[in-house]
């Protein structure tokens, strides 16, 4: 296989960072209503600290173990260390930028006023004060920093105040702890129904004189820093995953520190000190034009739920099996959803009504991230209870997932089903759910696949494609599937589904093959790839050998994306667009011209190693012409986006395109609401 | 009524693996397919014994299974073992302990019972398509062979040379030398090299390859797996064997793409194909991936075509016992003659002596082959054919049943079944009273040609009043038969409780 140089691969990390600007870009889309924009910043504030804890913390690692080989582009750890640091800089500035200018004043427009402690007057000032006295006073731990006591241990993400206080003439420092058993920002009441707004921080910082009183103040600054939080264990040592992944919980704020924020204005004393305090070299600090932690916006915004006309219209899911008999809807038809524009709810019900049938024998489901009070739990537990075999695979290990996991975990092996915590070295993936039910005729298997998880929560937000089916040859792959993961077996028998870590690669590889050699042979080639992200730097490869072939390429990938589309000789057949707008495009499907018969798989795997190599995941065949028809319509629309789509550059960079006019999140909603009921 | 689902787990030298079947609207649907590796050969090949660990790790692996067959509704599973649960000496304390355990009882099948459901099974599949060829099952522990001739099973052997097991013997040697493949073929060849013998003269157009590595020679092949049956040209295989016997496992291994564990029986087994391909004048081989699980998902399925099966199988038994006996100068005339009486007997008397077509086949194969110990010497020659009837291999046939036939044949003559005689006392009381019964006819049917002359033109038999009348129509002199048929009818008359008549009639 051809291979290709450094430069035409765009490296994962700036890519990624990329991907963060996109979403940046929507707090500055006048299309988008304000407090829909606040929760925007808010996202790209929390996307970034998961980034600093897992993908920077991961390249610190390597630079640690003086790791130094390229990446896909070209770059060393050290190399991307760098330039993440000098990105991730410019979009904070940024993040603080859109908040202070443009967000701040457009809260103000609309009466939502965010006050320093200076701008309160009056009974304002005499409430705040009194809030301090009562409620925040009595819970603050201030810690002094000596000599002669330990560096205290900071715990990852929060925010602290460090104070620097003259005590008898000597310059002392002293941390603060930001409580988090009040809201981080504080209500002011401004008579019946009217509320101002105050940051927590600032209260403290105006009353410090009160928590050290007879010491003179000199200066003080917010901080916060971020640890990495990657979870590395050797899972063939540990005994019982369980024990091992809540353990790993419970260490997680000890990990090495990788980013050090603070506020922007601190003194140069208070400044050098928490340089020396923390192990930080200069490109891990970033210095921020206003209050640290962008991602508590998130529950501010939608604190204000009754100004509806701040937020997006509300878009109630279609449901077109309402009230329907699932087991009969099924078993007459193979079904798509497209979710979130078509409803949860039958998945919902389609095991509400599976846990209570008489006919029902077993059921066997992957769950990797489930809601807080799932209802799907529910209806599991009640399958139990009723003495179906249920089977449930949990993947104990959805990174940041892992807590909310095990509860219900526990819920379930309480009840009476077969839990089974994952595989090791193996992160379990795939949405799948298999119904065994008996029936006159006989033995009816009962499916469900999906691109997204089983997560009544943010089914409402993440744009995902279900698919129910009784076809026979999928029901004997899917028993394979759940054989294998349960153990049952060591070597599923596939003749329809795609499964990684075995068969993905390999199918991708001869699929874009077969098309290649259609358009050697003078037919047309085309694929079409929707994904979250392309990172497999073979695959990338296999897309370049194809384009440079003549087969043309698009990909909608919303978010990392390492190949470069459009560079003479490599790329001049491939476009890659990204949407990103008010839902989370989460969506994986495959398309192949295949000489005219279109081949059509949807799933769960991304072209990324890891999906393709080092997880279980299921891509799974669309083989109704109908559905196929009506998955082609969801792509047409898809790549006719010009609102919020932007098309990747051979830079690396990309930019929206001239006349913004078509939305095809919403055209979707407009097209499914015109067919069928509402939930 | 026959049952609507069966799940069946077959315990081989290598794995376990269970197969879940559903009958629906007549035809076979497999719902599931499970399979996990288990080396129980290593433990028997090596050790003679199954160790512990293999049991905890067989328990945990059927307490799974069983938990699948629950999710359909299944609580009776069929758990057949061979080979290596078979040659082990601590098999029935391993049968006790796996029953308490997991609460399932395994059936050890013998050699013959586990090729017989092999070769009936690709009877089933091939629909009488194949007329001259060679059948080869290789399995992990031992090695079926049988040749079939005008669509008959006319020769049928068992070596207890498996793929698994010849690796494992020849382990030891495999370090020392690069030519391992040659080693393996002259190994083999020490078994089978009489083989060629047997068969000389005979066309043996097609080539059946069945066992455990069949599916992953047509891997290899480039074939779909998903398919029962394939087939490649006698060059095409060739060449593979040829290219992959240089290999070491590990380097099979990474060229083709498959785990270390199947590419060390892959030599062996493919080596054994081809030396058996070789007795035929096959161009091409045919590969059938069959299994012990759908056999008896089958027969669970469908008992009455299994019945069915199972009777036409009949001819085949028949033409194997007719081949033996050929090889023992058999005297045919008066075998066919025996044969014919006793069947007249054994039907007549039908309503009284209780026994069935099964044991009605046990009696024809006795005829065939109760003289055969005149080959060794005329003196005592039922022990001899009873020494020659228990270590033959008749594919169709249980050793058991075999057994049966032994002791039927040891009795034809003066003997008389005693339960102070050794091989007669081992037997159940069910097969004494076969033993007895059958010895009993084939006594008067023996005694009816007592000259082997075939003096008798023609025989009819009338059973009514309890008593049964032999008509007898000849032309020379038969005194000879009367008196045997008076010092053997005493036996028969005590064992069936019935009076016999001798009615003679002389014709022109």
Avoid at chain 1, 55 to 61: D, H
Avoid at chain 2, 212 to 226: C, D, M, T, V, Y
Avoid at chain 2, 348 to 365: D, P, S, Y
Wanted: aromatic share 10%; net charge positive; hydrophobic share 40%.
């Amino acid at each position: 296989m051809k291979t290709f140089a450094y430069k035409n691969f765009i490296n994962r990390e700036l890519s990624w960072l990329e991907f963060n600007l996109r979403v940046l870009e929507e707090t500055y889309d006048e299309l988008n209503p304000l407090l829909e924009k606040l929760k925007f910043l808010a996202i790209t504030a929390s996307n970034l600290d998961e980034f600093f804890m897992v993908r920077v913390a991961g390249l610190k690692e390597q630079v640690k173990a003086h790791f130094f080989a390229k990446d896909i582009s070209g770059l060393t750890s050290l190399d991307q260390i760098k330039k993440i640091s000098d990105k991730t800089h410019f979009l904070i500035t940024k993040q603080y930028h859109v908040y202070n200018k443009f967000l701040l004043p457009q809260l103000k427009n609309e009466d939502i006023n965010i006050y320093t402690y200076n701008a309160l007057v009056g009974l304002q000032k005499k409430y705040i004060d009194d809030y301090f006295e009562d409620i925040i006073f009595p819970i603050l731990t201030p810690l002094a920093i000596d000599s002669s006591r330990p560096f205290p241990l900071l715990k990852n993400k929060a925010i602290y105040i460090a104070v620097s206080l003259d005590v008898a003439g000597e310059n002392k420092t002293a941390f603060i702890q930001l409580p988090t058993v009040f809201p981080r920002i504080i209500k002011i009441p401004e008579g019946l129904n009217n509320y101002s707004y105050i940051f927590a921080e600032e209260i403290i910082c105006k009353n410090l004189n009160k928590l050290f009183e007879g010491n003179k103040i000199n200066s003080y600054t917010t901080f916060r820093i971020t640890r990495s939080a990657d979870l590395l264990f050797d899972e063939e040592g540990a005994e019982d995953l369980l024990i091992e992944i809540e353990k790993q919980i419970k260490q997680r704020k000890l990990g090495d520190l990788v980013r050090l924020e603070i506020q922007k204005g601190c003194s140069s004393l208070l400044k050098s000190f928490l340089l020396s305090s923390f192990p930080v070299k200069k490109e891990d600090v970033y210095y921020c034009d206003g209050p640290l932690d962008l991602s508590h916006l998130m529950s501010f915004a939608t604190s204000f739920y009754q100004y509806d006309t701040l937020f997006y219209k509300h878009n109630i899911p279609i449901n077109p099996l309402l009230g329907k008999d699932m087991f009969k809807e099924i078993a007459s038809k193979d079904i798509l959803l497209h979710l979130p524009y078509q409803s949860f709810v039958p998945i919902i019900a389609l095991l509400q009504q599976a846990s209570i049938d008489d006919g029902v024998l077993a059921i066997k489901q992957t769950l990797y991230r489930v809601s807080s009070d799932s209802p799907i739990i529910k209806a599991l537990i009640t399958a139990a209870k009723n003495d179906k075999q249920v089977t449930v695979l949990v993947e104990l290990k959805a990174r940041f997932d892992e807590e909310n996991n095990i509860t219900w975990a526990r819920k379930l092996e309480e009840a009476g089903c077969h839990v089974i915590y994952g595989l090791p070295n193996l992160k379990i993936h795939s949405k799948t759910l298999l119904i065994v039910r008996k029936e006159r005729a006989g033995i009816k298997r009962y499916m469900h696949f999906s691109t997204g998880n089983y997560n009544d929560k943010t089914a409402k937000l993440y744009t995902d494609i279900s698919f129910f089916t009784t076809r026979e040859s999928l029901a004997n792959d899917i028993s394979s599937f759940f054989n294998f993961l349960t153990g049952y077996t060591e070597k599923p028998i596939m003749k329809k589904l795609v499964t990684s870590p075995t068969h993905t690669r390999a199918f991708f590889e001869k699929k874009l093959d077969d098309e290649i050699s259609n358009v050697k042979a003078g037919v047309k080639g085309h694929f079409i790839g929707v994904m979250n992200s392309l990172v497999d730097r073979k695959l990338i490869e296999k897309f370049y050998e194809a384009s440079c072939a003549g087969v043309k390429i698009q990909l909608l990938v919303r978010g990392v994306c390492c190949l470069k589309p459009k560079v003479k000789n490599v790329s001049e057949n491939i476009s890659v667009i990204s949407i990103v707008g008010r839902y989370l495009e989460h969506t994986r499907l495959y398309y192949f011209y295949n000489n005219n018969s279109p081949l059509v798989y949807l799933g769960s795997a991304d072209l990324m190693p890891r999906n393709l190599d080092r997880r279980v995941e299921v891509l799974f065949p669309i083989e109704e012409p109908l559905l196929i028809k009506s998955i082609l319509n969801i792509i047409n629309m898809q790549l006719s986006d010009t609102t919020k789509a932007r098309y990747l550059k051979s830079d690396g960079t990309y930019s929206y395109f001239k006349h913004r006019t078509n939305n095809s999140q919403q055209l979707l909603y407009d097209y499914y609401s015109n067919q069928e009921t509402t939930d | 009524m026959a049952k609507f689902q069966t799940a069946v787990i077959d315990i081989g030298s290598s794995n376990i693996r269970m197969k879940i079947f559903e009958n629906k609207k007549s035809k076979i649907k497999q719902l599931e397919h499970i399979e996990l590796p288990l080396y129980l050969g290593h433990d028997t090949f090596k050790h003679k014994e199954i160790s512990f660990e293999k049991v905890d790790r067989l328990c945990e692996i059927l307490t799974s299974y069983k938990k699948l067959a629950n999710d359909y509704g299944i609580n009776k599973i069929s758990i057949y073992a061979t080979t290596a649960f078979r040659e082990a000496l601590n098999k029935d304390y391993v049968i006790e302990l796996v029953k308490l355990r997991t609460g399932l009882e395994v059936i050890v099948l013998d050699d013959l019972e586990e090729k017989t459901f092999i070769y009936k099974e690709i009877k089933r599949i091939v629909k009488g398509k194949v007329k001259n060829g060679v059948i080869a099952y290789v399995g992990s522990g031992s090695l079926g062979v049988s040749f079939v001739e005008k669509g008959k099973i006319k020769y049928s052997q068992n070596i207890r040379i498996g793929s698994l097991k010849l690796s494992e013997i020849l382990e030891p040697i495999q370090e020392y030398t690069k030519k391992f493949h040659v080693i393996v073929e002259q190994y083999i060849n020490t078994y089978i090299d009489v083989l060629g013998d047997l068969i000389k003269g005979n066309k043996q157009n097609d080539f059946i390859a069945t066992g455990k590595e069949i599916s992953l020679i047509a891997k290899l092949f480039g074939e779909n797996i998903n398919k029962t049956q394939f087939k490649i040209s006698k060059t095409a295989y060739n060449t593979l064997y040829n290219t992959i016997k240089k290999l070491t496992p590990e380097q099979i291994s990474n060229s083709y793409n498959i785990s270390t564990d199947l590419a060390e029986t892959l030599v062996p087994s493919m080596a054994m194909f081809k030396i058996l391909m070789d007795f035929s004048n096959a161009d091409s081989f045919v590969g059938y991936d069959i299994s012990l699980c759908d056999f008896i998902g089958f027969k669970n399925l469908h008992p009455n075509l299994y019945r069915q099966l199972d009777q036409d199988f009949y001819d085949d038994i028949i033409n194997q016992a007719r081949h033996a006996a050929l090889r023992f100068n058999y005297d045919k005339p008066h075998a066919n003659a025996l044969l014919s009486h006793s069947l007249l007997i054994f039907d007549a008397i039908k309503n009284i002596h209780g026994l069935n077509q099964r044991h009605r086949l046990l009696l024809r194969v006795s005829c065939i082959l109760h003289d055969s110990g005149k080959y060794i010497n005329l003196n005592a020659h039922t022990t001899h054919s009873f020494n020659i009837i228990s270590n033959l291999e008749i594919a169709g046939l249980s050793m058991e049943e075999l057994e049966v036939i032994a002791n039927i044949a040891k009795y034809h003559a003066d003997l008389l079944p005693d339960k102070s005689d050794y091989t007669y006392a081992k037997l159940s009381f069910k097969n004494k009273m076969v033993v007895s019964k059958l010895s009993a006819i084939i006594k008067l049917g023996d005694a009816l040609d007592e000259s082997h002359l075939q003096k008798l033109i023609n025989t009819k038999v009338d059973f009514s009043d309890n008593i049964l009348k032999i008509y007898t129509f000849f032309k020379e002199d038969i005194t000879l038969e009367e008196w045997a048929f008076n010092n053997k009818e005493v036996f028969f008359n005590n064992v069936f409780g019935i009076k016999t008549l001798l009615i003679k009639e002389r014709i022109i």
